[in-house]
C-alpha cells in the first residue's frame, strides 16, 4: 500500500490510538461500554421495551411502518456488512494488527471493516430522521455516539466506524424514502396508496 491509500491507513491508525489511549477518562471507561453494548444492560432493555410499547400505542400504524422499514434497513445493512464486506475486505481488527489496543468490551470476530454497529445504528437513524425529520439531529447524535464508542472500547478504527455510517445510510435513506414518502412530500405517496 502506498501513496494517498497509506496516508489514509496512517491517520486512521493516528486517529484510533489517540480515542482509544490517550483521550480517556473513567466516566467514559464506564460509560461508553454500556454504550456499546446497550442490549446486555438489563436497565436499558427495560427501558428500551417500554420506550418501544409507548411509541407503537401512540403512534399506532405509522409507528409500526417505521419501525417495519427500520428492522428491514438494519437486518439488510448488518447482513451485508456482515457476510459479504468483511469476508471481502478482510481488514483485522486494531487488536489483531498489532496496534496496543485497550479493549474495554467484548470484541466479537477478528474482521472490523465495516462496523456493524455502526452500519446499523446509522441505518435506523437514517429511516427516523426520514420518518420524523424533527428529530433528524438527535438520531444522528446517538448513531454518532454509538460510532464513538466502538472505537473508544478498541474494536474498531475510526475508518470502520465512517464506512458503517456510509453504508448504513445508503440502505436506510433509499428504503425510507421508498416505502415512507420523502420528508419533502408529507407522506402524500403513502396516503395516495391507500385511497
Known amino acids: 500500500m502506498s501513496g494517498p491509500l497509506a496516508a489514509l491507513a496512517a491517520a486512521d491508525r493516528w486517529l484510533f490510538l489517540k480515542i482509544n489511549v490517550e ?29 418501544l410499547a409507548l411509541w407503537l400505542w401512540r403512534g399506532r400504524r405509522r409507528a409500526l411502518e417505521v419501525l417495519v422499514v427500520a428492522a428491514l ?75 464513538y464508542s466502538r472505537v473508544y472500547v478498541g474494536a474498531h478504527y475510526p475508518g470502520d466506524v465512517l464506512a458503517g455510517f456510509a453504508l448504513g445510510a445508503a440502505l436506510g435513506l433509499p428504503l425510507a424514502w421508498f416505502l415512507l414518502g420523502r420528508p419533502d412530500d408529507g407522506g402524500v405517496r403513502r396516503r395516495r396508496k391507500r385511497r
Open 73 to 147: 434497513a438494519v437486518g439488510a445493512g448488518d447482513m451485508l456488512a456482515y457476510r459479504v464486506i468483511k469476508p471481502w475486505a478482510a481488514r483485522p481488527r486494531p487488536g489483531e494488527a498489532g496496534l496496543p489496543a485497550v479493549v474495554r468490551a467484548p470484541v466479537n470476530g477478528r474482521l472490523g471493516f465495516p462496523s456493524n454497529h455502526a452500519v446499523n445504528s446509522a441505518a435506523a437513524a437514517a429511516v427516523l430522521s426520514v420518518a420524523y425529520p424533527a428529530g433528524a439531529p438527535v438520531f444522528a447524535l446517538a448513531a454518532a455516539v454509538v460510532g
Open 23 to 51: 483521550w480517556t477518562c473513567a466516566a467514559f471507561d464506564r460509560l461508553l461500554p454500556a454504550v456499546t453494548d446497550l442490549h446486555r444492560v438489563p436497565w436499558a432493555l427495560g427501558a428500551g421495551a417500554a420506550g
